[in-house]
């Protein structure tokens, strides 16, 4: 785990937390917006750990793997092929 660096304001002692630019893609962006207004205490967790990112890209992964999933089995099972576009 990174060493989290602290900057002071006052008579305080803030964490100076940065994120890392990434890209996320729709999947990722509507968990990042889901955590932001409906569960604001488990992303100021990750993101006080720095572990926000690797979260989102994991469950970016895995909403990307289970949409492969579901359209190869749509096209299976309705007959979908290149011809029909």
Same mark, same amino acid.
């Given at each position: $785990?990174?060493?989290?660096? %602290?900057? /002071?304001?006052?008579?305080? /002692?803030?964490? #100076? *937390?940065?994120?890392?630019? $990434?890209?996320?893609?729709? @999947?990722?962006?509507?968990? *990042?917006?889901?955590?932001?207004?409906?569960?604001? *205490?488990?992303? @100021?967790?990750?993101?006080?750990? #720095?572990?926000?990112?690797?979260?989102? =890209? !994991?469950? /970016?992964?895995?909403?990307?793997?289970?949409?492969?999933?579901?359209?190869?089995? %749509? !096209? &299976?099972?309705?007959?979908? &092929?290149?011809? =029909? !576009?």
């Amino acid at each position: $785990m990174k060493e989290i660096e %602290y900057i /002071q304001v006052g008579d305080y /002692q803030l964490p #100076n *937390l940065k994120v890392e630019e $990434m890209h996320l893609n729709r @999947f990722g962006r509507a968990k *990042l917006d889901y955590l932001k207004k409906h569960d604001y *205490l488990l992303y @100021f967790k990750l993101l006080s750990k #720095n572990e926000l990112n690797d979260y989102l =890209l !994991k469950v /970016q992964k895995e909403a990307d793997d289970l949409y492969d999933r579901l359209v190869e089995e %749509y !096209k &299976t099972k309705w007959n979908v &092929t290149e011809e =029909l !576009k």
